[in-house]
């Protein structure tokens, strides 16, 4: 994913649990050097957060709940308006991640 794009957009799925219920927005970024940026930078975050809101306001949705998959994003999420924040918290033993890390 990403070969071939020039500007950062949403990807919207359904949830596969839920895909009735739930709207998953994922940003996805073009593969070349000018975004080289992580999901944490200033930069992607002020896309990000304006690709959202547009979504937010062109499917006319009031308050919605954000379910962030890291606590990274909760910047991000200031400056948005919705009704509920939840984000996913791991913490991970370092013997578990040396493990992962090989």
Do not use: C
């Amino acid at each position: 994913m990403g070969v071939g794009i020039n500007e950062p957009y949403l990807e919207i799925t359904g949830s596969l649990l839920s895909p009735a219920d739930v709207t998953v927005a994922r940003l996805v970024q073009p593969l070349h050097e000018a975004w080289t940026d992580s999901y944490e930078s200033p930069t992607v975050q002020t896309i990000y957060s304006r690709l959202v809101a547009d979504y937010l306001e062109k499917e006319k949705y009031k308050n919605p709940i954000l379910w962030l998959s890291t606590p990274k994003g909760v910047a991000f999420a200031k400056s948005l308006q919705y009704g509920l924040l939840v984000y996913e918290w791991m913490v991970r033993p370092a013997q578990y991640e040396q493990q992962m890390l090989g």
